[in-house]
């Protein structure tokens, strides 16, 4: 079905939520009662980006997160290989093999990835995306029912 040109992507708003949980609740309710939601669209408006920082970034913490990462590496490889060891003192040598050698290089790897941001960016943070509103919006032809049914569930709650 192609959309007209004043219809707004995904249809007509049947419901408007402060939270994605909110709105992801209001799909599940008309999924419960049968409402043909493959015609419901969830759309978040106003975005903006949240960088939450979480600790100061030292060249200890920077070697010590490369070898750990390189660590995990080293001893999936190890263990990939230590399959194909015939006896059981060659797998674990196999495997600790792997873990050392991915535990250096993570390491290197780690250092080298601090030196190259030369001191501008010294913190770790985890970033986000969030809305302000959630919009669900629907196919036309199914809007006044999805309406109806939203309207008696927030009723109940």
């Not at 007209?4 to 209001?26: E, F, K, N, R």
């Not at 590496?73 to 792997?98: Q, R």
């Not at 809305?131 to 669900?136: L, N, T």
């Amino acid at each position: 079905m192609s959309m007209s040109v004043s219809m707004p992507l995904g249809g007509v708003q049947v419901g408007s939520y402060d939270s994605y949980q909110q709105a992801q609740a209001a799909v599940d309710h008309l999924s419960d009662e049968k409402f043909p939601v493959e015609n419901v669209t969830i759309i978040g408006s106003d975005l903006r980006m949240i960088e939450r920082v979480t600790g100061r970034l030292t060249w200890g913490r920077a070697i010590a997160a490369g070898a750990a990462g390189g660590a995990w590496w080293g001893l999936f490889v190890g263990l990939l290989l230590g399959i194909f060891a015939p006896t059981g003192t060659s797998w674990i040598s196999s495997v600790l093999t792997g873990l050392l050698i991915g535990l250096v290089f993570g390491a290197l790897f780690g250092a080298m990835g601090y030196a190259a941001t030369r001191g501008k960016r010294d913190f770790t943070s985890v970033s986000q995306v969030t809305a302000s509103r959630y919009d669900v919006m629907c196919d036309p032809s199914q809007a006044e029912n999805a309406r109806v049914i939203l309207a008696r569930w927030s009723l109940r709650n």
